[in-house]
């Protein structure tokens, strides 16, 4: 199994580095999750992409525990 590091960014104004991170917070718990992202892998290269919410929306439904490639 790879490690892989994902991340998103918003743009957000604010008077603190603490209100950036609330308001990040506050964004990501009453907003669709977001769909652009930065991936980088365990050799350290970097990929963006946008996932299509509904297909994003129907992996994130399922249950991928029950995958025997993931014991």
């Known amino acids: 199994m790879h490690k892989f590091t994902v991340s998103t960014t ?3 104004e604010a008077d603190t580095v603490e209100e950036a ?12 999750a977001p769909l652009h992202y930065s991936v980088t892998d365990d050799r350290g290269q970097k990929v963006d992409l946008d996932l299509d919410r509904e297909q994003a929306t129907e992996f994130a439904n ?3 525990t029950a ?5």
């Open 21 to 32: 991170a609330l308001l990040m917070y506050q964004t990501l718990t009453r907003s669709p």
């Open 62 to 64: 399922l249950d991928h």
């Open 10 to 12: 918003l743009e957000i």
């Open 67 to 71: 995958d025997p490639g993931n014991w």
